[in-house]
């Protein structure tokens, strides 16, 4: 699984989480309700956004994710696998407090530009 430099930026008054490449740009990206998710001319992944980030982690992870919660967060690791159309973006934050355990959890997207083989039917 590839892993790419990212870094994060949490913008409380919005409640929004934006996760970035270091070194990559964006050349287009698609929007899902509260994510948007952006990649370079290749399509790989290089950022996402997540919008009402405490409420979108809450129903991702099960857990109560607040603002202050998502305050706390001063790194993240992706870990992002492309398969048969499929993007799995495995993410754990980390916490300025070093005692609190990291947020962990996997993202599912649809890769761009990806052709399934045709189903034929008699």
Sequence with gaps: MPTNKFKLVYDEEYDNLFIYS???QSAFGIEWG???VSFDKKGT???LSLNNA???LSNLT???ITTQTL???NNCR???KNQEGVIFINFKFFFKNKSKHPLEDTLTVKSPGYNPPLNAFA
Excluded: E, P, R, T
């Design 45 to 47: 992944l290089v950022n």
């Design 54 to 56: 405490s409420s979108f």
């Design 71 to 73: 305050k706390g967060i």
């Design 62 to 64: 099960n857990a109560k």
């Design 78 to 80: 992706l870990k992002i």
């Design 34 to 36: 509260d994510l948007d």
């Design 22 to 24: 270091q070194v990559k």
